[in-house]
């Protein structure tokens, strides 16, 4: 635990001083001081804090940012060209579409990828079935939005640290029967 903690403060002070306006003793001393007030605050959210990532998932996560990356380019383009050029013209949808993923932390990063991309905006997710509303700027962006490369690939990311949780995994079940006096 104090491990984890140490690499936030570290991440924190880095970060700190990166955003710093000059590099010298008084905003070091000062960035070492808000960066422990708020390792402090968070002292309670460190058993919550996700899993590190493996190699494997850090490149799945490095090529959805690429493809983001991308994407985010190709639409500023269709964008511009449909607001200068009208071509296509501009004509709003609202899309329900459910695609199969299943962790909070997807569904969060697909929102995220939806909304940052221009030309779409999500709406709202379902947290219960998962469904999305997202408005689109044109019906292309519309018809092309549940057949979308980044769904495939934050599953493919999901899947992979599903896996691993999974493997290491510990079963309670016995823990919390009605015979389950004996196991504990």
């Not at 990311?157 to 691993?164: A, D, F, S, T, V």
Request: aromatic share 10%; net charge positive; charged share 20%.
């Amino acid at each position: 635990m104090w491990k984890r903690t140490f690499i936030f403060f570290v991440l924190m002070l880095l970060f700190s001083m990166m955003i710093s306006a000059e590099f010298d003793i008084q905003h070091i001393f000062a960035s070492m001081i808000i960066t422990l007030i708020v390792v402090w605050f968070w002292r309670d959210l460190n058993p919550r804090l996700p899993i590190i990532l493996s190699l494997k998932e850090l490149a799945l996560l490095g090529r959805c940012l690429i493809f983001l990356v991308g994407y985010i380019i190709e639409s500023n383009v269709l964008v511009a060209k449909t607001l200068l050029f009208s071509n296509p013209a501009v004509s709003p949808v609202f899309v329900v579409m459910q695609p199969h993923i299943k962790s909070n932390w997807g569904r969060i990063l697909l929102a995220t990828c939806i909304t940052i991309t221009p030309g779409t905006v999500t709406i709202d997710i379902d947290p219960e079935t998962g469904r999305f509303i997202v408005h689109a700027l044109t019906k292309e962006n519309a018809m092309g939005l549940p057949h979308w490369r980044m769904i495939d690939e934050i599953r493919k990311l999901e899947i992979g640290i599903q896996k691993r949780r999974e493997k290491y995994a510990v079963d309670t079940s016995r823990a919390h029967d009605a015979d389950s006096s004996g196991t504990l």
